[in-house]
């Protein structure tokens, strides 16, 4: 258990207390974000029956989690009121909302705050900080919280969990996959998850956009000397494919499986912005470390970081001198 009772009582009385419970997820929204803020929003509505219970996410949820319950009820940016209590799931830092700005106020103490979330660069910034860094996913740290409070898992609110334990393991292969997620997952199918729509959903459904633009990842892949796999996506390949950002997603696992490599990276440019996605299978590299040089964050074997800038291309050439023609048997026909 990595909850406290005391803690977990601790948000039981900011629930009880509160007049609205707003949940939050950080935006371009992944399975886990997506699975934890329905999951969350759904328990608190069946503990609370009479309370108002507010979805909230900047970006709209993508195609693939439209199949889970509620899906359609998230709202872009929320409007707070007196009395409001404000769970953010799976968000390191408050930038990630991407509410930092517009609604600063999320993040100064003016309403009560809970912190729902697995990665080790998260700053603590709410009043109550349920941050397992071992979690695999934020989705079962929420199905802790549930257990520790007694809060009943209903099939629905099982899919929605599930489905953020599946994404952020890549499907139980990842190297998180610990004996407590086998053990979540098994919490999860006796609580009536349906696991054959999410594998379909998530892991068997591909646009043609989708494909295309997975095609230029893997046609672009390079090598370089300091063993990375890299490939880059410029907004040109977004326009020809006609993908858009979110479909990216899951490619990076096949860039990362290149033998021999360090690290993999993916660098996509979009509206000014280049994002960086960052993969290893190594227990000597540490990718979050590298995505801290710019500004990102996340776990030692899958990381990410966005800087300002476009993409340029850099073309390398070396010449090889044929080393056979200099040391091998003349054949030159003298
Ligand atoms: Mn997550």
């Known amino acids: 258990m990595s909850i406290s009772a005391k803690d977990a009582q ?27 803020l329905l999951g969350m929003g759904l ?7 009479s309370k108002k219970i507010l979805l909230h996410c900047v970006d709209p949820a993508p195609d693939t989690f439209h199949f889970l319950p509620e899906s359609g009820r998230i709202l872009g940016t929320p409007e707070l009121a007196d009395g409001d209590a404000v769970v953010f799931l799976d968000c390191a830092e408050p930038k990630q909302t991407n509410l930092h700005e517009s609604h600063a106020e999320l993040f100064t103490k003016t309403y009560l705050t809970i912190n729902i979330d697995h990665h080790p660069t998260n700053t603590l910034f709410a009043d109550v900080n349920f941050v397992v860094p071992n979690a695999a996913s934020s989705c079962e740290i929420v199905v802790e919280l549930a257990d520790l409070l007694g809060w009943q898992l209903t099939s629905d609110i099982a899919t929605c969990l599930l489905t953020g334990v599946y994404t952020d393991t890549g499907g139980l292969l990842h190297s998180n996959t610990t004996a407590n997620v086998y053990r979540t997952v098994a919490r999860l199918l006796r609580a009536g998850a349906r696991r054959q729509a999410i594998v379909t959903a998530v892991f068997r459904t591909a646009k043609p956009s989708t494909l295309k633009l997975w095609g230029r990842v893997l046609e672009k892949i390079h090598l370089t000397p300091e063993g990375g796999a890299i490939s880059a ?10 993908a858009d950002y979110s479909e ?32 290893t299978l190594r227990d000597d590299v540490d990718v979050a470390a590298m995505a801290s040089r710019f500004s990102g964050g996340g776990h030692r074997k ?9 993409l340029q291309p850099e073309v390398r050439w070396k010449v090889v001198e044929p080393a056979a023609m200099q040391s091998g048997p003349s054949h030159s026909g003298e």
């Open 10 to 36: 601790k948000v039981q009385i900011i629930f009880e207390k509160a007049k609205r419970v707003l949940c939050v997820c950080h935006r371009n929204p992944d399975g886990d974000a997506i699975g934890a």
């Open 43 to 49: 328990l608190l509505e069946q503990a609370y029956p």
């Open 233 to 242: 996506l410029t907004q040109g390949d977004f326009r020809a494919t006609g």
């Open 248 to 279: 990216l997603t899951g490619a990076i696992d096949y860039v990362n499986a290149v033998p021999g490599m360090r690290f993999s990276l993916i660098l996509s440019e979009r509206d000014g912005i280049v994002k960086g996605s960052l993969r």
């Open 302 to 310: 899958a990381a990410g970081f966005s800087v300002l800038g476009t």
